[in-house]
C-alpha cells in the first residue's frame, strides 16, 4: 500500500499542471522542468547553424520511417522557434544541452552525433506526436545529457534465420530512436552464411542455403553491395556496424561450401570447425576477413570464439591437427583451439583491426590490447572477473538479462531459459544492481552492454519484433542513463506513449502490464 501511494506521489511530480508528462527513454542525465510553463507552437521552423543542417536531415529521415511526422520547416528571422547549434566546445561527444523556453527552444552540442540525440529527446519531450496529431507544446525546460556507456549495442542473429535489408533497417531506425550506437551482425553460423565472399562465391550460393526452420529453403545473404547500403543506412543513424564471421566453431555452413577447410565436428554437430591445422585454413579465412574489413569501416571485427567443444572431437583423430600438436607438444585440443584463436587475432591486427571474441577468448592468450570481449556466459561470473582482473575491455552480455531470445514472461511457452530463469522487462532494468559489484570495482574496463537476439527461435518478422519490443527500450535505459536502480513502475509509466507507437506501426509487441491484450507470438520451435 505503502509503495502505492509512493508511486502515485511521484506520478503527480512528473506530471505537469495540465496533463503533460515526461516520458522519455531512455531517461537523461539531468533535467530541469521551469515552473509548469510550456512552449506552444504550431510547426517548428528551424534555423540550423554551425553544421547542424545535415544531421537535421538524417534526423527527420529516420524519424519517419517509425512513424513520427512532426512539422519541421527550415528558415531564419523572426519565425524561427528552434536553433540547433552543433560545435558548442564547453560540451564533449555525444553530450547535448536542450533549452526550452517561453518563446524558443535552442539546442546545443559538441558534434552531429549529439545533435542528432538531442532532436530524438526532443520528439519525447514534446510528447511523441504522430501525424494525426501534431499539435506541439513543450513543457519549460533544460536538458542537459550524455551517455553511460560508450557501447550501446544490439546483435542480431540472420544464420539461423535471415530477416532482410528492410527488417534491419527498421531495426536500425529503432535503435536510433533510443540513442543505441553498435549494431553486431552475426552473420555467419551453422545454418547459414549471409555475406557475399568474392574470392569464395560457394560460401553465398552453398552456404547460404537453408535454415533454421527450412534446411533445403533457397539461399538467403547480403551481396555486398548490400552490405555496403545498410553500413551507409546505419551510419546516417550514428550507428557503427560490427560483422561477425564465427570461428573456428559454428563453421558449419562454410564447410557445407568447402569442406578442404573443415576440421569436422561431432555426433550433434556434423563438420562444426575449421581446420586448424591445416595451413591454407588461415590464408582461406584471412582472404575472407580482408574482403569482410574492406566493407565495415568499423574499427572491429568479431571473429566469435564461442563454444568450440560442441563439435570438435574429430580433431582427435585427423592428422593435420596431430602433427600441429606434436610440433607444438600440445597436450589437449583446448591448446589447439588458443592456438587458433591468437593465430587469428595475429591476423586481425595485420589488417589493422581490432579483434573482438566472446569471452572464451579470455584464455586463449590473446592480450587486452589486442581485444575486446563480449561477456556472455552468465553461470560464469568467475571468467568475467578473471578478464577484468587482467584488463580486459568487457562488453556485457550476459544471458540474463540480455539473451533477447529467452522468454519475457512465466506464461510465455516459446523461447528459452536457464534453469527456469528467463528475461523479464524487469530484469533488465536491473542491470545495474545485479552487477554493481564489477561495474563498481571495473568503471573503466566496462565499455558497455548489448542485447543478442539469437534466431533459433525466431522464424518471422512478427516474432522478431515481439521478443524486442519493449526489451529493447528497457536496454536502452540501463545503457545510456546512469542511475544505480531504475524504478519499474516509474519506467513503466515512462514506457505508455511508446506501446502507443508500437501499436501504430503495426509492431507485436509485449505490454508485461497487459497480457491479454499482447498474447505471445509464438515460434515454430519451442
Ligand atoms: C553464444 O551465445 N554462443 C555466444
Known amino acids: 500500500m505503502r509503495g502505492k501511494v509512493l508511486f502515485v506521489i511521484f506520478i503527480f511530480q512528473v506530471l505537469l499542471a495540465n496533463g503533460q508528462s515526461i516520458q522519455i527513454i531512455p531517461s537523461p542525465a539531468n533535467c530541469e522542468l521551469k515552473n ?302 588458443f592456438y587458433f584463436i591468437t593465430r587469428m587475432a595475429d591476423s586481425v591486427s595485420s589488417l589493422n583491426k581490432t579483434l573482438i571474441g566472446w569471452d572464451e577468448i579470455i584464455s586463449a592468450g590473446v592480450s587486452p590490447e589486442q581485444c575486446r570481449v563480449m561477456w556472455w556466459r552468465h553461470n560464469k561470473p568467475e571468467q568475467l572477473m578473471q578478464g577484468l582482473k587482467s584488463g580486459y575491455k568487457t562488453i556485457m552480455c550476459p544471458r540474463i538479462p540480455f539473451y533477447f531470445d529467452f522468454v519475457q514472461d512465466s506464461t510465455h511457452t516459446s523461447g528459452r531459459r536457464w534453469k527456469g530463469d528467463f528475461v523479464t522487462l524487469a530484469s533488465i532494468l536491473d542491470f545495474s544492481k545485479t552487477y554493481r559489484n564489477p561495474l563498481n570495482q571495473y568503471p573503466s574496463l566496462i565499455a558497455g552492454v548489448q542485447a543478442n537476439l539469437w534466431s533459433e527461435r525466431i522464424h518471422s518478422d512478427e516474432r522478431l519484433d515481439f521478443m524486442t519490443f519493449p526489451r529493447i527500450a528497457a536496454l536502452a535505459e540501463i545503457a545510456w542513463t546512469d542511475k544505480p536502480k531504475v524504478d519499474y513502475k516509474e519506467f513503466v509509466f515512462r514506457l505508455q506513449p511508446f506501446l502507443q507507437l508500437y501499436k501504430k506501426q503495426g509492431i507485436s509487441y509485449f505490454n508485461p502490464e497487459n497480457r491479454d491484450e499482447t498474447p505471445e507470438v509464438k515460434g515454430i520451435v519451442p
Open 36 to 337: 509548469g510553463s510550456f512552449l506552444h507552437v504550431k510547426s517548428w521552423v528551424v534555423q540550423c547553424e554551425n553544421g547542424s543542417e545535415k544531421v537535421f536531415n538524417q534526423f527527420a529521415d529516420q524519424i519517419k520511417n517509425i512513424g513520427i511526422d512532426l512539422p519541421f520547416q527550415k528558415g531564419t528571422g523572426k519565425f524561427v522557434n528552434l536553433y540547433l547549434r552543433c560545435a558548442q566546445e564547453d560540451l564533449e561527444g555525444e553530450e547535448y544541452r536542450i533549452s526550452v523556453d517561453s518563446d524558443k527552444t535552442i539546442i546545443e552540442s559538441s558534434d552531429e552525433v549529439g545533435m542528432f540525440y538531442a532532436l530524438q529527446t526532443l520528439v519525447q519531450l514534446a510528447g511523441i506526436k504522430t501525424a494525426e496529431n501534431n499539435k506541439i507544446k513543450i513543457p519549460e525546460s533544460t536538458i542537459i545529457d550524455k551517455p553511460r556507456f560508450g557501447w550501446r549495442g544490439f546483435m542480431l542473429d540472420e544464420s539461423r534465420h535471415f530477416f532482410g535489408k528492410e527488417k534491419v533497417k527498421q531495426l536500425l531506425d529503432w535503435m536510433a530512436f533510443y540513442k543505441l550506437n553498435v549494431f553486431h551482425w552475426h552473420l555467419t553460423d551453422v545454418q547459414g552464411w549471409r555475406i557475399e565472399i568474392k574470392k569464395f562465391p560457394l560460401l553465398t550460393e552453398v552456404g547460404g542455403v537453408g535454415n533454421y526452420s527450412n534446411p533445403d529453403g533457397p539461399a538467403q545473404y547480403y551481396t555486398q553491395e548490400d552490405i555496403k547500403e545498410i553500413v551507409q543506412y546505419a551510419s546516417e543513424r550514428f550507428i557503427e556496424v560490427i560483422p561477425e564471421i564465427d570461428m573456428p566453431g559454428h563453421a558449419t555452413a562454410a564447410n557445407k561450401a568447402y569442406p578442404e577447410y573443415s576440421g569436422g565436428g561431432s555426433e550433434r554437430w556434423p563438420e562444426f570447425t575449421f581446420n586448424p591445422g591445416n595451413e591454407n585454413t588461415y590464408k582461406f579465412l584471412t582472404d575472407i576477413l580482408r574482403e569482410v574489413t574492406e566493407l565495415f569501416p568499423s574499427q572491429y571485427i568479431h571473429l566469435g570464439g564461442d563454444e568450440v567443444h560442441f563439435g570438435n572431437e574429430q580433431w582427435k583423430t585427423d592428422s593435420l591437427v596431430q602433427v600441429l600438436m606434436k610440433k607444438h607438444e600440445f597436450e589437449n585440443l583446448t591448446q589447439v583451439e
